[in-house]
């Protein structure tokens, strides 16, 4: 079956670092990827996705590039600040409409 | 993107009550999915609300316990029957496939906080 694996949180970092979360999947076919963010309190905001191998996608700073030979979708940012604390998942959907798989979520905290 | 509310943001229950929670999107969307986050974990699939037939229930979720309603292409509702304390969790709406979204990508409601004593 399909499935995504998050690195465990929390990842505590200054400001200004850089900021790395991994991602990897277990699907059929030809998933797409994205990544949620949820802030404290809050409900799920998408962040970014891709759609097909070797995409990229980017918001906020944020980029992941989908890697079909290595089955990833690691998250990235070259500078995190204090408001980018939150719970980030990974997901996958293999369905044209359809139920997206998450993975567990990773909590990141940046402290000024 | 399409905008979701949901009512009530919380709510605190008494065991062997109901609880129905309300999805509103400000447009016609195609699919509308409930999803169920329990507390510091991941969102699970409950099921997908169907417009003008009966939800399809993933597994270990069933109708009896969380009956589903789609009137039309904006709205859903999803109850919590005769709750228990493992019942408290964040419920979460979301959709897919309108003329505000995009191909591919779901919009979640803020979600709502329930707790079960």
């Known amino acids: 079956g399909n499935s995504v694996t998050q690195m465990e949180g929390p990842v505590t970092l200054s400001e200004e670092a850089f900021l790395t979360i991994n991602c990897t999947y277990t699907?059929?076919?030809?998933?797409?990827l994205f990544w949620y963010v949820q802030y404290p309190g809050e409900g799920l905001q998408l962040l970014l996705k891709?759609?097909?191998?070797?995409d990229k996608g980017s918001n906020k700073g944020f980029e992941a590039t989908y890697r079909k030979e290595t089955t990833s979708f690691h998250l990235e940012k070259g500078s995190v600040q204090v408001s980018d604390s939150a719970v980030y998942f990974c997901?996958?959907?293999?369905?044209?409409?359809?139920?997206?798989?998450f993975g567990a979520g990773t909590q990141v905290v940046v402290t000024p | 993107s399409a905008v979701i509310s949901q009512k009530p943001s919380r709510d605190i229950c008494q065991r062997g009550t109901s609880l129905t929670i309300q999805c509103q999107v400000d447009?016609?969307?195609?699919?509308m999915f409930w999803y169920r986050q329990q507390p510091g974990q991941s969102l699970t699939l409950i099921a997908t609300?169907?417009?003008?037939?009966?939800?399809?229930?993933e597994s270990g979720f069933v109708i009896d316990k969380f009956p589903i309603s789609r009137p039309n292409l904006t709205f859903s509702t999803l109850t919590v029957s005769n709750m228990s304390p493992e019942d408290s969790s964040i419920y979460l709406c979301?959709?897919?496939?309108?003329?505000?979204?995009?191909?591919?990508?779901?919009?979640f409601g803020p979600g709502t906080r329930l707790t079960v004593l």
């Open positions: 699907a059929t076919g030809y998933p797409s």
């Open positions: 997901a996958l959907l293999t369905d044209s409409w359809g139920k997206l798989q």
């Open positions: 891709a759609t097909k191998a070797d």
């Open positions: 447009s016609q969307v195609t699919m």
């Open positions: 609300a169907n417009q003008g037939s009966e939800a399809t229930y």
């Open positions: 979301s959709a897919e496939g309108g003329q505000e979204t995009s191909f591919n990508e779901q919009f």
